[in-house]
């Protein structure tokens, strides 16, 4: 989301007020995907997850963070406000995208109903998805892969999928940078996998900003329905994304990456092999 929808919000803001100070207020570790952006500030406000109160525990910074007279805030549908429940600051200050219900019946993506809620909110039309990572990198002849799920396994195709997935990327004979992810069983998966298939690859297990790095220099990226996807699509960089376990049409309808490079394979039966074909004509196209 911090992509797919934060992004575009940003871009508005910063073409609605270029004099204005634009604040992004969350964690450090999703404010590093815009810290190179000179317009854009961070508060730091953390997300603690567990029970109600640890929840709500960043309600009060929040509104100190959000006081400020003669400011408006932008509500991307954030955990912090817990997707818009919790008052901030005045309601005329106050402007939500409710990602779940804007838009209504289409099949629009998110990046395309947050840049429609720009446009009528904030009168800025064509706000894109972006990252501000530094430095761009020189595109270089790698495939960034991730193979991660953000702990949901719906997202997985069953094994032997990933394996024969690296092989089928090292058979083209680029080399393989790979995020380990979150550590713990995720980075032991991965490990696993790239073991079975043989395949030679070099491992990322460090911030995921510094992977989005990895990701904006690449000449291909693959991996399942993640952030990594929106990274690649907001770099134009080419993807292929196995776009699994969604529990309705409309789930995949909204967080698909778009644009020209986007190739997603939409997985409504974990098939490994009609899977791994489909990866296959996909590589063969970028």
Request: hydrophobic fraction near 45%.
């Amino acid at each position: 989301a911090d992509v797919a929808v934060t992004s575009v919000m940003l871009a508005a803001a910063k073409s609605r007020f270029p004099d204005a100070e634009v604040v992004f207020v969350g964690p450090r570790k999703n404010y590093e995907l815009f810290a190179a952006d000179p317009q854009i500030r961070h508060a730091e406000v953390a997300y603690r997850r567990g029970n109600l109160r640890e929840r709500l525990g960043a309600w009060d910074e929040l509104r100190s963070v959000l006081a400020t007279p003669d400011s408006a805030v932008i509500d991307p549908d954030s955990r912090l406000t817990q997707l818009g429940l919790l008052p901030v600051c005045s309601e005329d200050r106050y402007h939500l995208f409710e990602s779940r219900g804007y838009g209504g019946g289409s099949n629009c993506s998110l990046p395309a109903l947050a840049a429609a809620w720009a446009e009528e909110t904030l009168g800025v039309a064509g706000a894109k998805p972006y990252v501000a990572l530094g430095p761009v990198p020189v595109r270089a002849a790698y495939v960034a892969v991730s193979l991660g799920v953000g702990e949901n396994p719906a997202k997985r195709l069953p094994d032997p999928f990933e394996e024969e997935l690296l092989r089928l990327l090292a058979e083209r004979g680029l080399p393989l940078y790979i995020d380990k992810g979150a550590g713990g069983e995720e980075a032991e998966r991965v490990m696993r996998a790239v073991e079975r298939s043989g395949a030679q690859a070099t491992f990322w297990d460090g911030s995921f900003a510094g992977f989005a790095a990895i990701i904006a220099g690449a000449g291909m990226y693959v991996g399942y329905d993640s952030a990594g996807q929106h990274i690649a699509a907001a770099a134009g960089v080419p993807l292929i994304s196995i776009f699994a376990g969604f529990p309705v049409p409309r789930m995949f309808d909204r967080w698909r990456p778009t644009g020209p490079h986007c190739n997603v394979i939409r997985v409504d039966r974990p098939d490994v092999a009609e899977t791994l074909a489909q990866v296959r004509a996909a590589v063969d196209r970028v």
